[in-house]
């Protein structure tokens, strides 16, 4: 059987814009969700609230990635949410990016009160205002590095949203393989691909931090 290259390319090529698409909101739902809890833990300094924080975190990192894709997708039906498979894919990675970056945040939140508490306090700023003021943009500085390394790993995590049937690029190369047995090429194709969009990635969080390193 003859492959017609091209249009196994842009199918492909199809997939890959779907899995950036996915990983590009699972990051933003992951940033937000993960600044939020870390945020409220640091500001209200509740040991009951950083305990619940530490068990929500670990749940969702201690059970595999693929089993709450697949309860978000067939779990939220059997109470009437029905999301599309991308959606569902997005909602579930960034749920559990958050348990992530949660602690990076945390940590870049701790490490830069360390540092500047006491000249925050000496300028008389209270704790709200040291918080957003000096302790948020210097723990950017801090956390970017780890975000960019968890975005670079979520890009090869979008591979489980084929689970749910999300035409991802995994997806999309099963299927052709499927109906072309051409099985080296196809994922050689794909593995191009997805080191390509690596690639990509890096470089642009690398420039990204060197911009924030020069402010």
């Not at 595999?64 to 990675?93: E, K």
């Amino acid at each position: 059987m003859v492959v017609d290259f091209g249009f196994v390319l842009s199918v492909l090529l199809d997939g890959a814009k779907t899995s950036v698409m996915i990983a590009s909101g699972a990051l933003a739902l992951a940033i937000c969700l993960g600044f939020m809890l870390a945020s409220t833990s640091f500001l209200l300094r509740s040991r009951l609230l950083d305990t619940l924080v530490a068990i929500y975190a670990e749940t969702l990192r201690n059970i595999p990635s693929l089993i709450w894709l697949l309860l978000v997708y067939f779990g939220l039906a059997h109470v009437g949410i029905r999301l599309p498979p991308v959606p569902a894919a997005t909602v579930g990675l960034g749920i559990i990016g958050s348990a992530v970056l949660v602690e990076v945040f945390a940590t870049a939140f701790r490490s830069v009160a360390a540092k500047q508490s006491e000249p925050a306090r000496a300028l008389g700023l209270s704790s709200i205002l040291a918080f957003r003021l000096v302790i948020i943009p210097n723990s950017w500085r801090v956390s970017l590095p780890p975000v960019g390394n968890y975005a670079l790993a979520l890009v090869k995590d979008t591979t489980l949203a084929a689970a749910i049937a999300a035409p991802e690029l995994m997806f999309q190369a099963r299927m052709l393989v499927n109906r072309t047995f051409e099985t080296g090429l196809i994922y050689g194709l794909a593995a191009c691909i997805y080191l390509g969009v690596a690639f990509i990635l890096f470089r642009l969080t690398r420039l990204v931090e060197q911009a924030v390193v020069q402010e």
